[in-house]
Nanobody, 117 residues
Framework: QVQLVESGGGLVQAGGSLRLSCAAS????????MAWYRQAPGKQRELVAV???????NYADSVKGRFTISRDNAKNTVYLQMNSLKFEDTAVYYC???????????WGQGTQVTVSA
Protein backbone atom coordinates (compact mmCIF):
# COMPACT_ATOMS: atom_id res chain seq x y z
CA GLN A 1 0.00 0.00 0.00
CA VAL A 2 0.98 3.57 -0.66
CA GLN A 3 -0.30 6.57 1.27
CA LEU A 4 -0.31 10.03 -0.28
CA VAL A 5 -0.93 13.29 1.54
CA GLU A 6 -1.28 16.54 -0.41
CA SER A 7 -0.81 20.05 0.90
CA GLY A 8 -0.35 23.57 -0.40
CA GLY A 9 -3.70 24.38 -1.95
CA GLY A 10 -5.52 27.63 -1.32
CA LEU A 11 -6.94 30.81 -2.78
CA VAL A 12 -4.81 32.91 -5.10
CA GLN A 13 -5.42 35.74 -7.55
CA ALA A 14 -5.03 35.18 -11.26
CA GLY A 15 -1.39 35.52 -12.24
CA GLY A 16 -0.21 34.28 -8.88
CA SER A 17 1.64 31.13 -7.87
CA LEU A 18 1.16 28.14 -5.61
CA ARG A 19 3.23 25.06 -4.84
CA LEU A 20 1.53 21.78 -4.08
CA SER A 21 3.29 19.01 -2.19
CA CYS A 22 2.56 15.30 -2.05
CA ALA A 23 4.23 13.25 0.64
CA ALA A 24 4.34 9.52 -0.07
CA SER A 25 4.76 6.70 2.43
CA UNK A 26 4.38 2.94 2.50
CA UNK A 27 5.55 0.64 -0.30
CA UNK A 28 6.91 3.44 -2.46
CA UNK A 29 9.93 1.54 -3.75
CA UNK A 30 7.84 -0.13 -6.43
CA UNK A 31 6.19 3.05 -7.73
CA UNK A 32 6.80 3.70 -11.44
CA UNK A 33 5.40 7.20 -11.76
CA MET A 34 3.88 10.02 -9.76
CA ALA A 35 1.39 12.48 -11.16
CA TRP A 36 -0.95 15.33 -10.42
CA TYR A 37 -4.54 15.25 -11.64
CA ARG A 38 -7.26 17.81 -11.20
CA GLN A 39 -11.02 17.85 -11.27
CA ALA A 40 -13.10 20.97 -11.70
CA PRO A 41 -16.79 21.06 -10.78
CA GLY A 42 -18.87 19.26 -13.40
CA LYS A 43 -15.82 18.03 -15.28
CA GLN A 44 -13.90 14.79 -15.50
CA ARG A 45 -10.63 14.29 -13.68
CA GLU A 46 -7.73 15.16 -15.98
CA LEU A 47 -4.01 14.54 -15.95
CA VAL A 48 -2.00 17.68 -15.26
CA ALA A 49 1.59 16.46 -15.02
CA VAL A 50 3.50 13.21 -14.55
CA UNK A 51 7.05 12.37 -13.51
CA UNK A 52 8.35 8.88 -14.18
CA UNK A 53 10.84 6.92 -12.13
CA UNK A 54 13.60 7.82 -14.59
CA UNK A 55 12.86 11.51 -14.17
CA UNK A 56 11.12 12.26 -17.46
CA UNK A 57 8.08 14.51 -17.27
CA ASN A 58 4.96 15.21 -19.30
CA TYR A 59 2.38 17.95 -19.04
CA ALA A 60 -1.10 18.69 -20.24
CA ASP A 61 -1.05 21.25 -23.03
CA SER A 62 -3.09 23.64 -20.89
CA VAL A 63 -0.33 23.93 -18.27
CA LYS A 64 2.86 23.65 -20.33
CA GLY A 65 5.22 26.50 -19.59
CA ARG A 66 3.37 27.42 -16.40
CA PHE A 67 3.49 24.31 -14.19
CA THR A 68 6.51 22.26 -13.17
CA ILE A 69 6.45 18.82 -11.55
CA SER A 70 9.47 17.75 -9.53
CA ARG A 71 10.41 15.35 -6.79
CA ASP A 72 12.68 15.09 -3.79
CA ASN A 73 13.58 11.42 -3.39
CA ALA A 74 15.14 11.99 0.02
CA LYS A 75 11.82 13.33 1.29
CA ASN A 76 9.60 10.99 -0.76
CA THR A 77 7.78 14.10 -1.91
CA VAL A 78 6.51 15.27 -5.27
CA TYR A 79 5.81 18.93 -5.98
CA LEU A 80 3.75 20.87 -8.47
CA GLN A 81 4.89 24.45 -8.90
CA MET A 82 2.09 26.43 -10.49
CA ASN A 83 2.84 29.86 -11.92
CA SER A 84 0.76 32.34 -13.90
CA LEU A 85 -2.39 30.76 -12.53
CA LYS A 86 -5.62 31.26 -14.43
CA PHE A 87 -9.24 31.14 -13.32
CA GLU A 88 -9.65 27.91 -15.27
CA ASP A 89 -6.98 26.24 -13.12
CA THR A 90 -9.50 26.20 -10.28
CA ALA A 91 -10.04 22.58 -9.26
CA VAL A 92 -9.35 19.94 -6.66
CA TYR A 93 -5.84 18.66 -7.30
CA TYR A 94 -5.06 15.02 -6.58
CA CYS A 95 -1.71 13.32 -6.19
CA UNK A 96 -1.42 9.93 -7.87
CA UNK A 97 1.06 7.09 -7.66
CA UNK A 98 1.10 4.33 -10.27
CA UNK A 99 2.70 0.90 -10.17
CA UNK A 100 2.94 -1.41 -13.20
CA UNK A 101 2.99 -4.73 -11.39
CA UNK A 102 0.40 -5.37 -10.27
CA UNK A 103 -1.30 -2.43 -12.00
CA UNK A 104 -2.27 -0.15 -9.13
CA UNK A 105 -3.28 3.47 -8.71
CA UNK A 106 -3.07 5.23 -5.39
CA TRP A 107 -4.70 8.59 -4.67
CA GLY A 108 -4.38 11.33 -2.14
CA GLN A 109 -7.37 13.04 -0.58
CA GLY A 110 -7.12 16.10 -2.82
CA THR A 111 -6.38 19.74 -2.17
CA GLN A 112 -8.50 22.66 -3.37
CA VAL A 113 -6.95 25.32 -5.59
CA THR A 114 -9.10 28.37 -6.23
CA VAL A 115 -7.97 31.11 -8.59
CA SER A 116 -9.92 34.36 -8.42
CA ALA A 117 -10.32 36.27 -11.64
Amino acid sequence: QVQLVESGGGLVQAGGSLRLSCAASGSIGSINSMAWYRQAPGKQRELVAVIKSGGSTNYADSVKGRFTISRDNAKNTVYLQMNSLKFEDTAVYYCNAFRFLPPSHYWGQGTQVTVSA
